[in-house]
């Protein structure tokens, strides 16, 4: 495998999971900041209340994105894998 190959197959591996973990990610920022407005305003600094939220809210985009995760990683996969000959020259 030359350098350049190698490159490209790190490339593409870290620009997929950036794809795969940005939902979950934004949900969870923007959860957050909901969270933390409302205990501003509110005067309520309970750390456990921003916990509950974000893990509810991770767990539905979860739930609701699965198959579009797995449809994703699969056509990754597969991709890799045929791809896998032409680099091992």
Do not use: D, H, Y
Request: proline share 3%.
């Amino acid at each position: 495998m030359n350098i350049e190959a190698a490159i490209e197959l790190f490339r593409l591996t870290v620009t997929q999971a950036i794809l795969l973990v940005a939902p979950i990610l934004v949900t969870a920022m923007a959860v957050g900041l909901v969270v933390s407005l409302v205990q501003a305003v509110t005067s309520i600094q309970e750390q456990t209340l921003a916990f509950v939220p974000k893990l509810l809210a991770v767990g539905v985009v979860m739930l609701v994105s699965a198959s579009w995760f797995m449809r994703t990683l699969m056509e990754f996969t597969i991709s890799m894998v045929q791809r896998f000959p032409e680099v091992t020259r």
